[in-house]
T-cell receptor
Framework: DAGVTQSPTHLIKTRGQHVTLRCSPI?????VSWYQQVLGQGPQFIFQ???????GRGNFPDRFSARQFPNYSSELNVNALLLGDSALYLC????????????FGQGTRLTVV | GQQLNQSPQSMFIQEGEDVSMNCTSS?????WLWYKQDPGEGPVLLIA?????ELTSNGRLTAQFGITRKDSFLNISASIPSDVGIYFC???????????FGQGTTLQVKP
C-alpha cells in the first residue's frame, strides 16, 4: 500500500516567488496536516484539513494557505517567498481529524535563494 | 512556536548499550507519539501512547506516558547501528489535530 506521497521532492525558488506543494494521503485517510521543519528543529504545525475544511492553523503568516480536494489530497501554497521559508515541508495523513496517529510523507525540501 | 523540552539533544553510544530519552511539557497532552527521522526523510512513527501511565513496547523500544500527562520517555535496548537517526517526541493537546514536537535527540551508535 502506498504511504503519504509528496511532490516535488526538492525545489529551488527565488525570493518573492510563489510555490505550490502537493500531498496525497494514505488511501482511506481523510485528514491532512502540513508541517514546516527548519534544519535542526522539530516540525512546526501549519495547517490541518479534514473533509475539505480547515480544522486548525498554526502561527504562520497569511502568505501560507492550503486546501484539500474531494479526493482528500492537499496543496500548500506559499506566496511572496522569503529566505526564511527555506525548510522541509512535511505532509501528515490521519484517518480522521481526531485520530491520534499521524503518518508523514518524505517531505518537500524548499530552498529560497 | 510552542515546543516540548526533549533531552538529551544528542547521544553517542556503543553498540549494545541501552538508550533513554525523555520529553517534558508545561501543558497536558492526550496522546504522546515517538518518531524516528533519517536524513532527507519524513518522520516514521515508532510508538503511540494514549493514556497516562501507559507503558508500550515495540521490539527493542519501550515508551511510557507520564502520570501527570506532561512527560514521556523512550528507551531503546541493546542498540544497533541502524538505530542511528533523530528521535522526536510529539504531543497532541486535547481536541486539536495538531502535534507539538520536541527539538529531537540525535543518536549515534558506534559499532
Amino acid at each position: 500500500d502506498a504511504g503519504v506521497t509528496q511532490s516535488p521532492t526538492h525545489l529551488i525558488k527565488t525570493r518573492g516567488q510563489h510555490v505550490t506543494l502537493r500531498c496525497s494521503p494514505i488511501s482511506g485517510h481523510k485528514s491532512v496536516s502540513w508541517y514546516q521543519q527548519v534544519l535542526g528543529q522539530g516540525p512546526q504545525f501549519i495547517f490541518q484539513y479534514y473533509e475539505k475544511e480547515e480544522r486548525g492553523r498554526g502561527n504562520f503568516p497569511d502568505r501560507f494557505s492550503a486546501r484539500q480536494f474531494p479526493n482528500y489530497s492537499s496543496e500548500l501554497n506559499v506566496n511572496a517567498l522569503l529566505l526564511g521559508d527555506s525548510a522541509l515541508y512535511l505532509c501528515a495523513s490521519s484517518f480522521r481529524s481526531g485520530t491520534p496517529e499521524a503518518f508523514f510523507g518524505q517531505g518537500t525540501r524548499l530552498t529560497v535563494v | 512556536g510552542q515546543q516540548l523540552n526533549q533531552s538529551p539533544q544528542s547521544m553517542f553510544i556503543q553498540e549494545g548499550e541501552d538508550v533513554s530519552m525523555n520529553c517534558t511539557s508545561s501543558s497536558i497532552f492526550n496522546t504522546w507519539l515517538w518518531y524516528k527521522q533519517d536524513p532527507g526523510e519524513g518522520p516514521v512513527l515508532l510508538i503511540a501512547l494514549y493514556k497516562a501511565g501507559e507503558l508500550t513496547s515495540n521490539g527493542r523500544l519501550t515508551a511510557q506516558f507520564g502520570i501527570t500527562r506532561k512527560d514521556s520517555f523512550l528507551n531503546i535496548s541493546a542498540s544497533i547501528p541502524s538505530d542511528v537517526g533523530i528521535y522526536f517526541c510529539a504531543g497532541r493537546p486535547s481536541n486539536t489535530g495538531k502535534l507539538i514536537f520536541g527539538q529531537g535527540t540525535t543518536l549515534q551508535v558506534k559499532p
